[in-house]
């Protein structure tokens, strides 16, 4: 039996060296899980949409959206609209620096009449009964130059007339 020398230590290496190393691997580790956490609880965006509501003597309305996007994200938007009374032409007024540098895919129900005055884009859907509620469903996606994020708000009107007013804000990410 012969006894094993030691091992050389190559040149630049020195004790404690290895000790120094452990870090250096846990910590992308560390920051990686810490990256993944955030995901996961929403606070990188992806988190269901809030629902905001407003309700006066008029008519009852409620939007729900996300608060926080990341570019490029595809996201939805539902608007819900019941009057309290009878109404001859309801219509749901989005503010355009809402949408401004948003892509709209796409909207449902169609409206009968779309039109776009004193900065809304005005969807009217005609006549509605009290009690009856309108939901309204929007498709987008965030597009690249929109940075930090867009705000208005999103109005239900009778005609001319405004019944309810939500205001919304969404925060962007690139």
């Known amino acids: 039996m012969t006894a094993s020398r030691p091992a050389q230590v190559p040149d630049g290496i020195m004790d404690g ?3 120094d190393s452990r870090w250096a691997r ?7 899980s810490a990256l993944l956490g955030m995901g996961l609880a929403g606070a990188l965006g992806g988190a269901p949409g809030t629902l ?10 409620g939007v729900r959206t996300p608060d926080l ?8 938007t539902i608007i819900d609209v019941t009057p309290h009374r009878p109404v001859d032409d309801l219509a749901i007024g989005i503010p355009e620096r809402l949408w401004r540098e948003m892509t709209v895919n796409t909207m449902i129900p169609a409206a009968d009449r779309e039109d776009y005055r004193a900065g809304l884009h005005r969807f009217s859907f005609g006549p509605a009964d009290a009690g009856e509620t309108l939901r309204f469903k929007i498709d987008g996606q965030i597009n690249p130059p929109l940075f930090a994020g867009a705000s208005g708000e999103i109005v239900a009107f009778d005609g001319e007339r405004k019944l309810a007013g939500v205001p919304v804000a969404v925060r962007i990410l690139p």
């Open 69 to 76: 996007l990341r570019s490029g994200m595809v996201f939805e």
């Open 17 to 19: 060296h290895e000790r």
């Open 26 to 32: 846990l910590l992308p580790l560390a920051l990686l």
């Open 52 to 61: 905001r509501q407003a309700r006066t003597e008029a008519a009852s309305l």
